[in-house]
């Protein structure tokens, strides 16, 4: 393997880590850094003109699987602030009326 696929291999992964309905956040983050790693290794030189295209394709598939995780990153932090939300309510209601049976 060489960077080039290390790099899409990785981003596959924090797409897939993203959508995952439990994500591991320190993985997420491992992840996210070992990538960030390897296309600051990999741009670090020029690049060919003959792998000029594969570069600009890796930057591409990268830019859009980041967006997808990007976006369902959004989607749960919304839902885990919807759930809390809930839970805070619910605390509410449960803490008056046990204050109103202790009345």
């Known amino acids: 393997m060489d960077l080039h696929d290390d790099i899409l291999r990785l981003s596959h992964s924090i797409a897939e880590l993203a959508g995952s309905d439990e994500v591991e956040v320190e993985q997420l983050e491992q992840v996210i850094h070992d990538r960030d790693r390897l296309i600051r290794d990999y741009f670090a030189v020029p690049i060919p003109a003959e792998s000029q295209g594969r570069a600009v394709d890796l930057i591409r ?6 967006a997808t995780s990007s976006h369902r990153m959004r989607d749960l932090q919304h839902r885990i602030g919807e759930e809390l939300g809930f839970m805070r309510r619910s605390h509410k209601a449960a803490g008056a009326y046990s204050a109103t049976e202790q009345d």
């Open 61 to 66: 598939t990268v830019l859009d699987l980041d």
